[in-house]
Nanobody, 116 residues
Framework: VQLQACGGGLVQAGGSLRLSCAAS????????MGWFRRAPGKEREFVAS????????GYANSVKGRFTISRDNAKNTVYLQMNSLEPEDTAVYYC??????????WGQGTQVTVSS
């Protein structure tokens, strides 16, 4: 299984980025997908998740109203649209997949840096 995340970069505060995560080696349409992040010196934290059919999504309070998770099962890809970015959003962002209660697979991460 491979989860290949991309789309990170350097952006000014208030700007936007869209992360993508392409999955292979699994039946993508049967997996719930998520995004986590790890900021320098901090623990990894949950950002957003979406169910296998895209019917339900959830967000951390810190990103609610600014970030949107979506998926395209035909392309085996999950997205994270990030708007109104803040310096506190600076982190390595990881996509992950689960079929049960635990996150089974993790991508390699993509760096997002927000300058003030």
């Amino acid at each position: 299984v491979q989860l290949q995340a991309c789309g990170g970069g350097l952006v000014q505060a208030g700007g936007s980025l869209r992360l993508s995560c392409a999955a292979s080696g699994l039946i993508f349409s049967t997996y719930n997908m998520g995004w986590f992040r790890r900021a320098p010196g901090k623990e990894r934290e949950f950002v957003a998740s979406i169910t296998w059919n895209g019917g339900t999504s959830g967000y951390a309070n810190s990103v609610k109203g600014r970030f949107t998770i979506s998926r395209d099962n035909a392309k085996n890809t999950v997205y994270l649209q990030m708007n109104s970015l803040e310096p506190e959003d600076t982190a390595v962002y990881y996509c992950t997949a689960r079929s049960g209660l635990t996150w089974d697979y993790w991508g390699q991460g993509t760096q997002v840096t927000v300058s003030s």
